[in-house]
């Protein structure tokens, strides 16, 4: 007798890996070890069980139902509640259907003999792909003999405001999508079908493109991309705002080999210049002129921020960019530097600290300069709504806030760039001993990591220690450099490479 052909189990996570890509699905039940975490999936998933955590806890009543020992026992569990007319919202209920398996983060009871089915998220919306997850839970619900009724993203709802320490009531909020799920379970069992067919087959020949990003980076991009021979040195991609698209719809991606004539756009046509003739391009006399207005004492200012989903400190909402350091480096007008800064990695809410430390560090006269200052400048306003006595101190300074981005996308490019004027991309280019590379805190992502390491419990004095200077280091380097790229960029003399 011929041996029937293996089943894969499936669920909603796989049929989502499948509709993005089925060489994702595929490798990652045939090639896991291949899988790559990015560096924020641990912060995420941290965030995620917080959150989780806590949409449960807004429902004091509810049962959770334990994959122990295994997702089997779990099954067993939700439907001895279901069957028994257990009347509470049950957290993770575990339900099959076709071989696919799903885990329901939160059922509750409509009263009328239904169920409302809540999906919790840590974003601050209901997205494209959450459609597709709801719609293959309701299929399997549905099949499983669960009457669903409602099906909802409950993400987290920005008006909220932390007003007493651990009341949660009002950080969520649902957006019911099942309206727009249900016409899409009909698909599923094809889709399903499909998945099957693709794992019980080769690798598929899928090639890295824009799906890769879409709605998550793929864990196996580093494997797809090793296998793509290495494209042109200089491609069109960087050409900024988007400017390669229109060259690789028509399968061009070499910068050397577009024809300059259609460049519209003035920034364009200068990157394209400068990368193919190897000079760079700068506008001495233009970038004197922009800054020329910058009174002394400058203050070169940066700040390292925190946003939390669930917001720690009373008065703060989620995702609030909250200022826990800044570094300001204060230029006089015969050249000397005095180099100032704040951190606070006690855990407390740095605010008030950080305000009072602006007012007292800042001069009162003089331009306050920032590399995409709006970002500076909205800290510094909302410090000032926070604490009204500081007010007028704060809104002097952000009155005076400059930005030296524009100065330099207008008056500077070198090839090296590759399409970008963030701080770390020009640097390099300017100076060349001034890199990132050898700090232990190279961007702010690695800066908030630190400060939720060093505000963590457990932290020890020594490990606190070390990242109090490694904050230190990285957020001075940014400040430092926005000096050395100004003179820079008024100086005489960088010409070619
Ligand atoms: S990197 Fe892209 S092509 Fe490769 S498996 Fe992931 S989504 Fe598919």
């Known amino acids: 007798m011929a041996s029937q052909p293996r089943r894969f189990g499936l669920s909603k996570s796989k049929i989502t890996a499948f509709e993005q890509c089925p060489k994702r699905l595929w490798l990652s039940v045939h ?20 959150v989780g955590a806590i949409a449960c806890a807004l429902l004091p009543d509810g049962v959770m139902v334990d994959a122990e020992p295994d997702l089997a026992a779990a099954l067993d569990s939700t439907r001895a509640l279901l069957d028994t007319g257990h009347d509470r919202p049950i957290f993770e209920a575990t339900l099959e259907h076709d071989g ?3 885990r329901i983060d939160i059922l509750e009871p409509d009263g009328a003999g239904g169920w409302l089915m809540a999906e919790v998220k840590s974003s601050t919306k209901a997205k494209d792909y959450h459609v597709g997850d709801l719609a293959t839970q309701l299929w399997v619900a549905r099949n499983a003999g669960v009457p669903i009724t409602r099906a909802a993203i409950r993400h987290i709802d ?10 949660w009531t009002g950080l969520f909020a649902d957006t019911d999508l099942a309206a727009l799920a249900e016409p899409i379970t009909a698909t599923r069992p094809d889709v399903v079908a499909a998945a099957r ?4 087959g080769t690798e598929p020949a899928i090639s890295p493109s824009a799906h890769c990003e879409t709605p998550f980076p793929c864990e196996f991009a580093g494997y797809c991309h090793a296998a793509v021979p290495a494209g042109p040195d200089w491609p069109v991609t960087v050409l900024p705002n988007g400017g390669g698209k229109r060259w690789i719809e028509r399968n061009i991606t070499d910068l050397f080999a577009i024809d300059p004539a259609e460049l519209t756009s003035a920034v364009q046509k200068r990157v394209y210049e400068a990368t193919v003739t190897g000079k760079v391009y700068h506008d001495v006399a233009g970038a004197r002129a922009a800054m020329s207005a910058w009174a002394f004492p400058r203050a070169w200012l940066d ?27 204060i230029e006089e007008a015969d050249g000397t530097i005095v180099h100032r800064e704040f951190l606070s990695l006690d855990g407390s809410d740095p605010r008030r600290a950080c305000a009072e430390a602006l007012v007292a560090i800042i001069p009162i006269t003089g331009a306050v300069i920032g590399y995409n200052a ?29 930005d030296l981005l524009p100065v330099t996308r207008a008056h500077w490019y ?37 400060y939720i390491e060093a505000i963590t419990e457990g932290c020890t004095p020594e490990r606190r220690m070390a990242l109090d200077l490694a904050l230190r280091a990285y957020c001075g380097r940014d400040t430092e450099a926005m000096i ?13 490479m």
């Open 197 to 200: 067919i693709a794992l019980a």
């Open 158 to 167: 920005t008006r909220f405001v932390l007003e007493r320490e651990g009341d």
């Open 31 to 50: 090639r896991r070890d291949l899988a790559e975490q990015d560096d924020g999936a641990t912060a995420r998933f941290a965030t995620g069980h917080e």
């Open 303 to 329: 700040f390292e921020t925190i946003a939390f989903a669930v917001p720690r400190w009373i008065g703060t909402k989620p995702y609030s960019q909250v200022p826990f350091q800044f570094s300001a480096h």
């Open 100 to 102: 696919v398996l799903v």
């Open 374 to 402: 709006s970002f500076e400048k909205s800290r510094i306003l909302e410090l000032a709504a926070a604490f009204p006595d500081l007010a007028d101190a704060l809104q002097g300074i952000a009155d005076r806030i400059v």
């Open 414 to 450: 070198h090839r090296d760039q590759r399409g970008s004027w963030s701080i770390k991309a020009v640097l390099p280019t300017v100076a060349a001993d001034m890199d990132y590379a050898s700090l232990e805190v190279k961007d702010g992502g690695n800066a908030q990591e630190a």
């Open 484 to 496: 050395v790229l100004a003179r820079r960029l008024c100086a005489e003399n960088a010409e070619s």
